[in-house]
Every structure is written in C-alpha cells, then in structure tokens.
C-alpha cells in the first residue's frame, strides 16, 4: 500500500507540473 501511495504522489506530481507548463504557455500568448 506503501507504494501505490507513491506512485499516487508521482502521477500528482508530474500532472501538476504538466498544469503549470500549461498555465505558462496560456499566460504567454496573453
């Protein structure tokens, strides 16, 4: 269970920062 709880994290992690990229570009062409 410990480690599906990481690997949960991760996923979080990199959609987080996938958001980020996004919310930059977006700002970028604004």
Not at 3 to 25: G, T
Request: positive net charge; aromatic residues 6%.
């Amino acid at each position: 269970m410990g480690k599906n709880h990481e690997h949960y994290a991760f996923d979080l992690h990199v959609i987080l920062a996938l958001l980020l990229k996004e919310v930059r570009s977006m700002n970028k062409k604004v």
